[in-house]
Nanobody
Framework: QVQLVESGGGLVQAGGSLRLSCASS????????TDWFRQILGREREFVARLHSDSRADYANSVKGRFTISRDSAQSTLYLQMNSLTPEDTAVYYCRALYRGVAYWGQGSQVTVSS
């Protein structure tokens, strides 16, 4: 079983930056896929970014060039660096880990971008 604890959300002005963290109870290098999703109020949860075990990264078109997914193996932590934020990025952000065929989710972090 994997426990994921998120931190780093908050309120930021448009154009600003935030970094989300997702600490894993299991070595992050042993996890097949780690992702970030977000859920905007009234909408379904949507994919944001994915980091594969071989370090390949995928991004949603809406965040490509602005967000960066990364991991720190020593800290077993996944990160999402978010730059050039816009009000359209306001959402609850969730990290997810696929481990031995099971998906585990973080508790969610609210990110609010003011105009």
């Amino acid at each position: 079983q994997v426990q994921l604890v998120e931190s780093g959300g908050g309120l930021v002005q448009a154009g600003g930056s935030l970094r989300l963290s997702c600490a894993s109870s299991t070595s992050i290098d042993s996890i097949t896929v780690t992702d970030w999703f977000r859920q905007i109020l009234g909408r379904e949860r949507e994919f944001v970014a994915r980091l594969h075990s071989d370090s390949r990264a995928d991004y949603a078109n809406s965040v490509k060039g602005r967000f960066t997914i990364s991991r720190d193996s020593a800290q077993s932590t996944l990160y999402l660096q978010m730059n050039s934020l816009t009000p359209e990025d306001t959402a609850v952000y969730y990290c997810r880990a696929l481990y031995r065929g099971v998906a585990y989710w973080g508790q969610g972090s609210q990110v609010t971008v003011s105009s």
